[in-house]
């Protein structure tokens, strides 16, 4: 792992991938999988995610006012499909961590776990914009601090020959995936 | 070519491919490439887009109050590529289109030209958000029309075996593209 310069962050997110959000907020912490994720801005970097208001991630991203999101990979898919399942609410006293095995390890700069065996991880700060939030669901956030796997993105640009299962993942629909798939 | 229910529309974007954006308004038109082009929601079906403010396209989509997402495939690299990298403001006389061959057919809904080759069209209504377009480049449009190519997107989702020309494609960096890979 690696850090990556913030006025190349949007490099992870340009080709679309799926993500993984995580936000933490006092000793709860959860973690969703979503697919409506964007690069916004260069520099400062900013991104946009759609994250429906039910969700029990949301409701710690607000109140902390920070989240991640990660970025997994083809040997990862089982966990995306496990966590876009079911909800953190329904799991009184424990958390989808803990049900799913999901290792994690300590931000640099935020209160969210990374999820460990992902390919890159943007640490976001929400920019407060009540009107998209309640209107659409929309969140506009800086990029305060960005890593990735150096077997797979380094020097701004992500090249995934010879390492199929670290590619990163595309949701089509119904819990279909598509990995990242050849330069052209 | 066929219509897709608008509220399968999301499905298009959903993977995250590079567009191309198209707009018109009298008698001129534009054409340029976009990555950051994001599903909204689900019904009605709305997308975010970010587009520079020193553009032809926006002048054209922002007095029209439309625009196409037009989604190119592999064997249509060289045209991104070239609509990506110069202005049609530098093209006094002429346009884009012209200057590079690109063939379009008319939209149902909306002024803007589609082209053709391209494996998926939304044609796009912008939802007046004056501070997001100002303070951030960044669009919401409702999807009122929506189209695919019925060899790769049938019944709501994308299946390109046996079809590698016709592979959406997503952008890396600096004009180096990825083709949408295998299922997994």
Same mark, same amino acid.
């Given at each position: 792992?690696?850090?990556?310069?913030?006025?190349?962050?949007?490099?992870?997110?340009?080709?679309?991938?799926?993500?993984?959000?995580?936000?933490?907020?006092?000793?709860?912490?959860?973690?969703?999988?979503?697919?409506?994720?964007?690069?916004?801005?260069?520099?400062?970097?900013?991104?946009?995610?759609?994250?429906?208001?039910?969700?029990? %991630?949301?409701? *710690?991203?607000? /109140? &902390?006012?920070?989240? !991640?999101?990660?970025?997994?990979? #083809?040997?990862?898919?089982?966990?995306?499909?496990?966590?876009?399942?079911?909800?953190?609410?329904?799991?009184?006293?424990?958390?989808?961590?803990?049900?799913?095995?999901?290792?994690?390890?300590?931000?640099?700069?935020?209160?969210?776990?990374?999820?460990?065996?992902?390919?890159?991880?943007?640490?976001?700060?929400?920019?407060?914009?009540?009107?998209?939030?309640? %209107?659409?669901? *929309?969140?506009? /956030? &800086?990029?305060?601090? !960005?890593?990735?796997?150096?077997? #797979?993105?380094?020097?701004?640009?992500?090249?995934?020959?010879?390492?199929?299962?670290?590619?990163?993942?595309?949701?089509?629909?119904?819990?279909?995936?598509?990995?990242?798939?050849?330069?052209?």
């Amino acid at each position: 792992m690696h850090s990556v310069d913030l006025s190349k962050a949007f490099r992870l997110l340009n080709h679309g991938p799926t993500t993984l959000i995580t936000s933490a907020h006092t000793s709860q912490r959860n973690i969703m999988a979503a697919a409506w994720v964007c690069a916004l801005d260069f520099n400062p970097a900013k991104v946009t995610v759609v994250i429906d208001s039910k969700t029990y %991630t949301r409701e *710690l991203m607000e /109140a &902390e006012g920070t989240f !991640a999101i990660n970025l997994p990979c #083809v040997q990862q898919i089982e966990i995306v499909k496990q966590v876009g399942s079911i909800s953190g609410r329904d799991l009184p006293g424990t958390d989808k961590f803990v049900d799913y095995g999901i290792d994690t390890f300590a931000a640099q700069a935020i209160s969210a776990p990374l999820v460990k065996g992902c390919v890159g991880w943007l640490e976001c700060k929400i920019i407060p914009e009540p009107h998209n939030q309640n %209107t659409y669901d *929309l969140f506009i /956030a &800086e990029v305060v601090a !960005a890593h990735a796997d150096e077997r #797979v993105f380094s020097e701004g640009r992500w090249h995934f020959e010879g390492q199929d299962d670290l590619r990163t993942i595309h949701h089509i629909a119904g819990g279909v995936f598509f990995a990242t798939g050849q330069p052209c």
